[in-house]
């Protein structure tokens, strides 16, 4: 009699850990789905999962670990929003027809930037234009 509790006893946990695996699959399955809803990589949220999942001991809940992915995710991007950007510079390439060059050499003449475009013939006058003198 013993002998036969000690097996019931032995299957049934058995059972129960090939239950909890079972469960855990489906909590997995249905985690990385959610996240993938959320425009997240599958990769990275398949290891993301993995890695909670890991760390949970007892029994797991699709809610609380759906929760600590998320908590990782904002953790990971308030990291990344602290990083200062890296500024793309700016072309210096300049061209002769450049505005910014024509204004320069107009301020290294002491001309204003009106008088330096007008100069290069960029602005013209409208009387001038229309031919509207007398």
């Known amino acids: ?56 001991q007892g029994t797991v809940n699709v809610d609380n670990v759906f929760k600590e992915a998320m908590l990782l995710l904002l953790e990971q991007r308030s990291i990344k929003s602290d990083v200062p950007k890296k500024r793309t510079a700016k072309s210096t390439k300049k061209d002769k027809d450049d505005l910014r060059v024509i204004i320069e050499k107009g301020r290294d003449e002491s001309k204003s930037a009106y008088e330096a475009l007008k100069t290069e013939g960029i602005i013209k006058c409208p009387v001038e234009e229309f031919n509207l003198t007398g």
């Open 1 to 56: 009699m013993k002998e036969l509790n000690l097996n019931k006893l032995i299957k049934q946990k058995q059972n129960k850990i090939l239950q909890s695996e079972n469960d855990k699959d489906k909590v997995f399955q249905e985690v990385v789905l959610r996240l993938v809803d959320l425009n997240i990589d599958h990769v990275k949220a398949k290891n993301m999962t993995r890695n909670i999942l890991k760390s949970f």
